[in-house]
């Protein structure tokens, strides 16, 4: 079949949903905004007959000004905002609206709206105008999805009745196929024949099948060792080579990057066979993307292999010291016998040592004193001696690793000079120095780090430099400017000229003062508040009490479980039909149609069979561990080859994020989910999953995987709703506080998160100043008071007995001087400037000069008092944040249920796939919540129609998350009509 550039769509036959959803639950702010008629509008509206004709009319109107056409079901129009528009006719209360009882009239009543708000039909001349704009746009960079929201919202602007979202899609697959065109032939006439020879070569395999040197650079990197490293930094260096200074493209950069995200779907044969525009072109913004990508996993190899030789030293160290602490304690006790008789001086000095050898012995004597000599030399040099150990391994690619061009932030310029010498060094243009500037080496390492002769141990000097460098890394004291994520922090937020343009706007959006002593009595007034609250009721607290001067927490009692809620736990599993979950999956795509999600990123040859079974295949491949093989193995008429051409060019993270998106929004519609909450609160958590596969993102995680074996660590947000609107993999090494931000910044569901929670572990005090100027507030789960440190804000209030709780007074001066930086930082984040967690970690790592680093860490030392003073006296708080962190225990039990394959350990180490796992399992959950939320709540409608009592409030503690009805194991699809849902590609 031809190759086709074109985005696609999985389409279940039926007519696709309008893209048109009315909020559940709006806001005062949103009726007011958006659902308000003007004076203008009564007076079209009251010339209705009939109240409900005036209010279909006041809807329709609403409607299509805000989504610029017009409702088709009038079911979707909540009661909030139907007896909005009663209060504002002076109409009785309605529950519901009932759908026209004549189209004539239905029609003339939209036509009346169209006149009276100056609309217009789509027709050829409105389609040219579009096609024209569209193209303009489409050759500024903006890519296909952006293109059609941009389409809609211009369209209402022209004051256009918006066509069907499918003539839409039409109208940009064509426009962006012919911008794909113009792009490769610009892209292309820039390089020259040398160039495109070099570009060749990487799309050369040899006679023997060997890999090409293309798909070498796709390949993620499994654990580092020196070997590997080294690898990598020839694949980095053959890149440069080819690319040398070259970066600009000559074309948008989110353009480039999604031209090289569809290289990376193409092997090199496919490549090879296409016109040399596109192959040169696509080959090209590969290189320029894959160089950032190559210099992040260096760092991050180097990083991890320090740390990991650094663990592994004093793992031994430490067993070493225990078990020479044992053979010395008997050796103190003979040696400290032997100097009691030295020193007693009612003993004849020259019959001491005589007296000694008789009653201690010479050779126990000595033995003893070796064993002492032995433990006081393995505690000054046991760790740095094993560390040496490793130098040979260590050396094979530390030469090569600082040979890549690090630059150095102000301030490091003596790091930077350490660098140079250690170039200078291993290239051979230099001696190694007699003792050589050592500021970095580690104070309990200098014991060690001198040889007899007190010049510098060059082994110990280049290690701890290594070390140095991975912290430098870390902290942006040393940088790459050609990496994506390790480049000055500067680079990581707007730049003063883009700050100057966006800086009012942005004040605004995060609803912050451009004065922080605004900023500064609020915070003193909230502190002063919830203070007093608990001096005050500290005698009567349940939770707190004051023991020996310190505050001290007491258990939280489990929260209570009624037995009327028990009761109906009960009836509902017992009533809960068992559905297998290819069926659940069906069901659920039939209600919400989440599989028109999956498109592929652009660029593919369709094939033979059934797409709308192998896009369900797929999931479920994913989500239960089964892999690609084993769910073909499962599925009749399904092949390995089907379902990994599904898996390359339709799954990846923009389609299931989108996918997930749906699912998400369909649960938020439902009555029932109202109950759990209004998506206003969210919680986040790991999961850990073991993986067999030699991964860069795996690490040893002792507390459930022992020293040995590796995991990964799946990260989700999940709302008050039970809904997972964000997923990522991460290692295990990292806190997962740097993740947080990630999941709340990059929620594309119609949740609207503002509290968010963690467990003990999740937090950090800049993650609670910048969730504070993002607008979030910050709450996580308090077990140990004594570990967490408070300080004041205010110095005219009397703590009192309390004083013991607080560490001290925040920094309001320093917050002062670096606001408007602080607010940069933030709209920076909010605006997606560069990944949250990267920021963040540049922010917890800063070195201790950093005062734009100091004062995130004062701010958010004032908003974490406030909070765990607010924590310490407010019971409803901690229930609350108990119950959410409760919704995500629930999560993981279903996961642990879905994902059964391989004991849930996952095969794979590269982190696309692992992410395509994570992906489809949260899909999966949200899937079985969607099913899972209209089956409760057709079981409690029938227990109550029955006449059982059954409350709310029990309801409300059943979770939606039951699995035990839920089949996810084998042979799938066996009733499945082929011909009853045969799915289509339809250019988008």
Avoid at 4 to 18: C, N
Avoid at 568 to 577: D, F, G, K, Q, R
Avoid at 927 to 945: G, P, Q
Avoid at 973 to 988: K, M
């Amino acid at each position: 079949m031809q190759e086709s550039d074109s985005d696609s769509r999985v389409s279940s036959g039926k007519k696709r949903p309008r893209g048109m959803s009315l909020p559940a639950d709006p806001t005062d702010d949103e009726l007011a905004r958006e659902w308000t008629l003007s004076s203008d509008d009564l007076i079209q509206v009251r010339q209705c007959r009939g109240d409900s004709n005036r209010i279909r009319v006041a809807v329709q109107l609403c409607v299509l000004r805000k989504h610029g056409r017009f409702l088709e079901n009038y079911s979707k129009v909540t009661t909030r905002i139907l007896n909005h528009f009663c209060r504002q006719l002076n109409l009785s209360p309605l529950l519901a609206l009932e759908e026209p009882d004549r189209e004539a009239t239905e029609y003339k009543h939209q036509q009346r709206i169209r006149e009276y708000l100056q609309y217009c039909a789509f027709d050829d001349r409105i389609e040219k105008e579009l096609v024209d704009w569209l193209a303009e746009r489409a050759l500024e960079g903006v890519l296909a999805k952006e293109l059609f929201e941009r389409a809609e919202q211009v369209l209402k602007a022209w004051h256009v009745i918006l066509p069907a979202p499918s003539t839409i899609e039409r109208l940009v697959s064509s426009v962006a196929a012919n911008a794909k065109e113009e792009y490769f032939e610009k892209i292309s006439a820039r390089l020259s024949k040398q160039f495109k020879k070099e570009l060749d070569k990487l799309l050369k395999t040899s006679m023997s099948g060997d890999k090409s040197e293309l798909f070498r650079l796709k390949e993620y990197p499994p654990k580092p060792n020196a070997k590997q490293i080294l690898s990598y930094i020839d694949r980095f260096e053959l890149v440069d080579s080819i690319l040398g200074d070259v970066e600009d493209t000559g074309i948008d950069p989110a353009m480039q990057k999604h031209l090289a995200q569809m290289t990376k779907k193409y092997d090199a044969g496919a490549l090879r066979g296409m016109v040399d525009s596109k192959k040169y072109a696509l080959t090209f913004c590969f290189l320029v993307e894959i160089r950032k990508t190559l210099l992040d996993h260096l760092v991050d190899m180097h990083d991890k292999y320090i740390t990991d030789l650094l663990r592994v030293c004093k793992n031994k160290h430490e067993t070493k010291l225990k078990e020479y602490r044992r053979k010395a304690r008997a050796g103190f006790a003979i040696v400290l016998d032997a100097s009691d008789i030295i020193l007693d001086s009612n003993i004849d000095q020259t019959s001491r040592v005589k007296i000694v050898f008789e009653q201690i012995g010479e050779r126990p004597l000595r033995d003893s004193v070796a064993d002492c000599r032995d433990l006081l030399r393995l505690e000054e040099r046991g760790l740095v001696d094993n560390l040496c150990n490793h130098y040979q391994a260590f050396h094979r690619y530390f030469p090569k690793f600082i040979g890549l061009n690090l630059e150095s932030s102000a301030g490091s310029q003596k790091l930077m000079e350490a660098v140079e010498l250690c170039r200078q060094v291993n290239s051979g243009h230099t001696n190694f120095p007699f003792d050589p500037t050592h500021f970095f080496i580690p104070s309990d390492w200098k014991p060690a780090a001198y040889k007899s002769d007190d010049s510098m141990d060059r082994r110990v000097w280049e290690i701890a430099l290594g070390v140095k460098i991975r912290d430098a890394l870390r902290s942006g004291d040393l940088f790459l400017a050609r990496s994506r994520k390790h480049v000055s922090f500067w680079n990581l937020v707007y730049d003063e000229e883009q700050w100057e343009t966006e800086k009012k706007s942005a004040y605004a959006a995060l609803s912050l003062p451009s004065e922080v002593d605004v900023v500064f009595e609020n915070l003193k007034q909230e502190f002063r508040d919830v203070f007093f609250v608990l001096k005050d009721g500290l005698e009567n607290n349940p939770f707190a009490t004051i023991y020996d001067g310190d505050i001290k927490l007491k258990q939280r009692d489990e929260l209570p479980i009624p037995d009327s809620a028990e009761a109906l736990l009960h009836a509902i599993e017992s009533l809960m039909p068992p559905i297998k979950i290819e069926d659940l999956l069906q069901e659920v795509d039939g209600k919400c149609h989440f599989t028109a999600e999956f498109r592929p990123l652009g660029g593919y040859k369709p094939k033979a069979g059934n797409l709308y079974l192998t896009v369900l295949a797929n999931i479920i491949a994913h989500a239960t561990n089964l892999g690609i093989t084993g769910m073909a193995n499962s599925v009749d008429g399904l092949t390995p080859d089907m379902i990994q051409h599904v898996n390359q060019w339709y799954f990846g993270d923009e389609t299931q994020k989108a996918a997930n998106a749906v699912l998400v929004n369909c649960h938020h519609q439902l009555p029932l989910s109202t109950l759990y909450g209004s998506g206003k609160l969210s919680s986040s958590d790991g999961q850990r999953f073991g993986v067999e596969r030699s991964s860069l993102l795996a690490s040893v995680y002792p507390r459930y995987f022992g020293y040995y074996d590796k995991a990964i660590t799946i990260y989700t947000h999940i709302s008050d709703q039970y809904s997972v609107f964000s997923t990522q993999a991460i290692s295990c090494a990292p806190r997962e506080a740097m993740y947080v931000l990630d999941g709340l910044l990059n929620n594309n569901t119609q949740l609207q998160p503002k509290e968010h929670t963690t467990d003990t572990h999740g937090y950090t005090e800049q993650l609670f100043a910048l969730c504070y100027l993002l607008g979030f507030a910050f709450q996580h789960r308090l077990k140990d008071l004594p570990d967490q440190h408070l300080y004041r804000i205010d110095r005219s209030i009397d703590v009192g007995d309390l004083k013991s709780m607080f560490s001290g007074f925040a920094d309001l001066e320093l917050i002062r001087e670096q606001w408007d930086e602080l607010v940069r930082v933030a709209a920076s984040l909010k605006n997606k400037v560069s990944p949250a967690h990267v920021v963040l970690q540049r922010l917890t790592n800063a070195s201790p000069q950093d005062r734009l680093a100091k004062a995130v860490k004062a701010l958010g030392r004032i908003v974490k008092s406030i909070f765990i003073l607010k924590y310490i006296t407010d019971p409803e708080l901690r229930s609350k944040i108990q119950r959410q962190l409760n919704r995500g225990e629930s999560r993981h039990d279903l996961v642990k249920a879905l994902c059964f394959a391989n004991q849930g350990v996952l095969k794979t180490g590269d982190y696309d796939q692992i992410m395509n796992k994570a992906s489809c399992l949260s899909l999966a959950c949200n899937a079985v919540l969607v099913w899972n939320t209209m089956e409760i709540e057709k079981i409690v409608r029938a227990l109550k129609f029955s006449g059982q009592p059954v409350s709310d409030a029990d309801v409300l503690l059943i979770s939606p998350l039951l699995r035990g009805h839920v089949v996810p194991n084998g042979t799938y699809f066996h009733r499945y009509t082929h011909n009853a849902r045969n799915i289509t590609l339809f250019p988008q």
